[in-house]
C-alpha cells in the first residue's frame, strides 16, 4: 500500500512570495489532515478534512494559508503572502473516520528567506 | 482544549538500560497515540490505545493507558540504538488532536 505522498520536498522562497504543498492521501482514506511542525516541537494542526469538506480549520491563519480539497482526494495548502515565521515542516496526514490512527506524508520542509 | 505533555523532553540513555516516558493529557481523550519521528523523516505510528488498561508491547517498547490518571507511558527496554528518535504522543478528543512536544531519546553505547 502506498503512503501519504506530499511534493515538493523541500521549498526555499523569499517573504511575500506565494507557496503551494500538495498531498495524495492514502487511497479509501476520507480524511485528510494539515499540519505544521516547528523545529523541536510537535506537529500543530492547521486544517482536517472529511471527504471535501473542511470540519475544522480554526487553527489556519485564513488572512494568509488557504486549502482546497477537490473531489475528497488530493489536497494543496497555499501560503500568500509568505513570511519568515512560516518557515517549518508541514505535514499531510490521512485516516478513515472513527479509527482516528493518522498516516503521516514525508512533510515538505518551507524555509522563508 | 486537550493539552498534551511530555516529559522528559530530552532522554539519553545507555544501551541495555530501562526507562520510561510520560505522557500526560488536561481532560478526557478518547484514544492516545504514539509515534516515532526519525530526524528529517515523517511520523511513524506506534501504538493506538483505545481505553482504560490498555497495553500494547512492539519488540522493546511497551505503552500503556491510564484514563483515569490521564496519563500514558511509553516504556523502553533494553535500550538499544537503533531506538533513538523523537517519540510523540497524541491525544484526541471530539476529533481534535493534540500532540506533546515529544521526548528526544538518544541510546549511546
Known amino acids: 500500500e502506498a503512503g501519504v505522498v506530499q511534493s515538493p520536498r523541500y521549498k526555499i522562497i523569499e517573504k511575500k512570495q506565494p507557496v503551494a504543498f500538495w498531498c495524495n492521501p492514502i487511497s479509501g482514506h476520507n480524511t485528510l489532515y494539515w499540519y505544521l511542525q516547528n523545529l523541536g516541537q510537535g506537529p500543530e494542526l492547521l486544517i482536517r478534512y472529511e471527504n471535501e469538506e473542511a470540519v475544522d480549520d480554526s487553527q489556519l491563519p485564513k488572512d494568509r494559508f488557504s486549502a482546497e480539497r477537490l473531489k475528497g482526494v488530493d489536497s494543496t495548502l497555499k501560503i500568500q503572502p509568505a513570511e519568515l515565521g512560516d518557515s517549518a515542516v508541514y505535514l499531510c496526514a490521512s485516516g478513515r473516520t472513527g479509527l482516528g490512527e493518522q498516516f503521516f506524508g514525508p512533510g515538505t520542509r518551507l524555509t522563508v528567506l | 482544549e486537550l493539552k498534551v505533555e511530555q516529559n522528559p523532553l530530552f532522554l539519553s540513555m545507555q544501551e541495555e538500560k530501562n526507562y520510561t516516558i510520560y505522557c500526560n493529557y488536561s481532560?478526557?481523550?478518547?484514544?492516545l497515540y504514539w509515534y516515532r519521528q526519525d530526524p528529517g523523516k515523517s511520523l511513524e505510528s506506534l501504538f493506538v490505545?483505545?481505553?482504560?488498561?490498555a497495553v500494547k508491547q512492539e519488540g522493546r517498547l511497551m505503552a500503556s493507558l491510564d484514563t483515569k490518571a490521564r496519563l500514558s507511558t511509553l516504556h523502553i527496554t533494553a535500550a538499544v540504538h537503533d531506538l533513538s528518535a523523537t517519540y510523540f504522543c497524541a491525544g484526541k478528543h471530539n476529533n481534535d488532536m493534540r500532540f506533546g512536544a515529544g521526548t528526544r531519546l538518544t541510546v549511546k553505547p
Open positions: 481532560t478526557t481523550s478518547d484514544r
Open positions: 490505545l483505545l481505553s482504560n488498561g
